[in-house]
């Protein structure tokens, strides 16, 4: 049969379907070259060669299917390539050693996984860039979401989402100052988060994404460990995680088995942590049982006992706090936290002892459990968030320091504007409510039309004892400023209780009462007591002026002992409402909370 022969119309005339009946499907079908295929393989690809020569239009191609586009073309060759490899594959795959198949199969699970999420983020990103390119049509419809899944009638609002009439028929709630219950002793139940899913995930896969960009080694096999109970990961992805390498589940729970095997691993890139007053606990911890730890290490699992990591371990603890994790771990860049309010001060603590000299990244920022910002810089040494346009439905509340906050509106997220402080307002789909979540940020910036803002300070959070009303970053700098003048002295945590909680007046005028951990310094002079008390007067005019005429009374301190403030959180994640990731009250409410510190005071 003459090749012409072959080049005629009304047949079958795409070259990909020659080749495949000539060749692929026959050694498809009995696995092996035979030496008739071997020898049809050149005739096939003159067919081909033949094919793209002959006219592809005509009168007579009327009946045959349209041609196939040159993307499709070639997705189906590099399928039958694939399918052609794999006899191949199973030949060398059976001469390998059983380990060598492993470790075979673990790379490919590892780049498959990796390939998923780069897909997965690129997606998001694309989403992203959209939805924050035309932020009102975006928060039109996460309004328009969040009215249809409303339980119950809401008469005009039913089917409406003019933001003036949202506005006019739902008036704002404010999230109460105290955050337990004193009746029950739990925590009050937290904003609804069963529409926070979709964020999460976005936060989750962007992280990751900004994450391997900023640190390509991150996630390679066996890179990252969290060693807290709680994932810094807004959205766990178990699969994922495990083909990525990651040493500790996130289903794991028990926090010394996750710091064992985070130990075991001196090749970690990443540590992570569910927030950072986790992971102080962690290090805290750590000091105090290293040895212990140690002996654990040494003992190794069954039949691999690691005596020479026990000894890198007994060595890096007896040079003390500072660089610890550098020294435990030579190739960790950077450390995951999830922020959320009253994280701060562990920060700063990590950052100046434990963790010197390693960057800390947030991925997402949360407020009153579940995620309101998107952290798509990890480059930078304050966590700056992207506020999206979508679920939940965000607005903002001005900040007007001195002005009476019902003369306030609140502004969408295309009409903030740079330098302000806002206040987040979050709508609940559920009950519908348009609550003050008490979060203040501060816009620094924008991505498109969406604001990038820092988190300042929790309005719920504040002192006040006769009216002064010291926010929560005011009294945080006069704190600083105070152990800052105290010798050898680093902060670890504190909290507040206003002089009425505990019944501590005793016929002295109202004052505060500070609880501080610190590093560095066993007992608390009456001196230094007292330089507290100065540098609040220093920061805020209203409470110098109250102390001047003794309407309030001296700021009384105390020192309390290590583990006091674990105690404290594991009170308060012990409540059944507790929202994730749980956020570190400065200002205690309630005495029975004020009693877990008040017991452990040693100066």
Known sequence: MSLSS?????????????FCEAVIIPILQTGERSPEQLADLPRALRLTKCQNQCPTSGPELGSLPPPRSCL????????????????????????????????????LQHRVAAGTLCWAAAWQQWRLEQSTLHAGQSQQQALK??????????????????????RNHLPLTKASQAQEEESEGQLSPPT????????????????????NKAYPEVLAPGGTACVTPTS????????????????????????????????????????EGGTAAELLDVFVGLEADGEELAETIAAGNPGVPLPRR???LRKALEQGPRGLALRLWPKLQVVVTLDAGGQAEAVAALEALWCQGLAFFSPAYSASGGVVGLNLWPEQPRGLYLLPPGAPFIELLPVNKGAQEEAASTVLLAEAQKGKEYELVLTDHISLTRCCLGDVVQVVGAYNRCPVVRFVCRLGQALSVRGEDIREDVFSEALGRAVGQWPGAKLLDHSCVESSILDSSEGSAPHYEVFVA????????????????????EVSPR????????SVGPARVHLVGQGAFRELRVALAACPSSPYPPEMPRVLRHRHLAQCLHKRVVS
């Open 72 to 107: 499709e073309m070639l997705l189906l060759l590099l399928f039958l390539l694939l399918l052609l490899l794999l006899p191949l594959l199973a030949v060398l795959w059976q001469r390998q050693p059983q380990d060598a198949r492993l470790s075979w199969l673990a790379g």
């Open 232 to 271: 810094p990961w807004p959205c766990p992805l178990p699969w994922p995680w495990r083909a990525l390498g990651q040493v500790s589940a996130p289903g794991a729970k028990h926090p010394g088995a996750l710091l064992l095997k985070a130990l075991r691993s001196p090749g970690l890139r990443a540590l």
């Open 543 to 550: 409470y110098k002026s109250l102390r001047f005429w003794g």
């Open 192 to 211: 609804s988060t069963q529409y926070y899913g979709e964020a999460s995930l976005q936060a989750t896969l962007l992280g990751l994404a900004a994450l």
């Open 6 to 18: 072959r080049c005629v119309p009304g047949t079958v005339s795409n070259p990909v379907y020659i």
């Open 518 to 537: 610190l590093r560095g310094l066993r007992n608390l002079s009456e001196e230094n007591r007292d330089k507290l008390d100065h540098c609040l007067q």
């Open 310 to 312: 026990a000894a890198e």
């Open 145 to 166: 979401w969040c009215l249809q899944g409303a339980q119950g009638p809401r008469g005009p609002l039913r089917g409406n989402t003019d933001i003036s009439t949202f």
